[in-house]
């Protein structure tokens, strides 16, 4: 198994709705990303989680809420977000730790989420 | 100035064509990825080259460490190749990576 598996695929969620986005993966990988992609645009890192503890957070408001409740599953918790929140959040997952030389990223296909 | 710079950003080629993307980089690296991405949005990672070239299919990337640059080649182009390849850098001492804007591809059959 060497999938990344992101739901829900699409979201729409008003600004006072609570909601989360969920990642899996089975292939032991011990570091988790969130990633947000605007359209057009390269995708920008928000989180990292490196054995089940949070090592980078990029300064993202603290309507974004992470949690790695085991080595297998990553959550992005969702409340009171802004209509410029919508985007993709994409997942994604790496054998090691970050800032290791040889660590290939595996991504899910991402929700696309939309904020009215 | 970007970090990572990618051309060309837009690219059409027809069917069976050669097709060469570049990356240049301004800071010294210890890994660049490849990656492509299609509509709908998943990201699969091609190549992550830190010397030399790389060889899947009809893809190839090499990477120039001296010169900063690096290139994806796709040979016998075809349509189902049509997505945005991102060149992506790791820094000597950094735990990110720092990514191009992307080259959107389009093959035409």
């Known amino acids: 198994d060497t999938e990344v598996t992101q739901t829900p695929k699409h979201l729409v969620m008003g600004m006072t709705n609570k909601k989360s986005l969920k990642c899996e993966q089975h292939?032991?990988?011990?570091?988790m990303y969130w990633y947000k992609q605007k359209a057009k645009k390269p995708p920008e890192l928000m989180f990292v989680y490196s054995y089940e503890k949070l090592s980078i957070n990029e300064s993202v408001p603290s309507r974004f809420s992470p949690e790695c409740p085991n080595s297998s599953l990553l959550n992005l918790h969702l409340h009171a977000l802004q209509p410029e929140d919508s985007a993709l959040y994409l997942c994604?997952?790496?054998?090691?730790?970050?800032?290791?030389?040889?660590?290939?990223?595996?991504f899910g296909s991402g929700t696309q989420l939309s904020v009215l | 100035k970007n970090e990572v710079e990618q051309s060309p950003q837009n690219l059409t080629a027809q069917e069976g064509e050669f097709i060469t993307i570049n990356c240049s980089y301004s800071?010294?690296?210890?890994?660049l990825h490849w990656l492509q991405q299609h509509p709908g949005g998943g990201i699969v990672s091609l190549f992550m080259l830190s010397s030399g070239k790389k060889k899947h299919g009809r893809l190839i990337a090499t990477i120039n460490i001296q010169e900063k640059h690096s290139s994806l080649h796709i040979t016998a182009s075809h349509p189902r190749d049509s997505a945005v390849y991102i060149c992506a850098v790791r820094g000597l001492y950094g735990n990110k990576l720092v990514f191009g804007a992307g080259t959107i591809l389009r093959v035409k059959s």
């Open positions: 800071v010294g690296i210890s890994a």
């Open positions: 994604a997952s790496s054998q090691t730790a970050p800032g290791l030389i040889n660590e290939k990223l595996f």
């Open positions: 292939m032991g990988h011990r570091a």
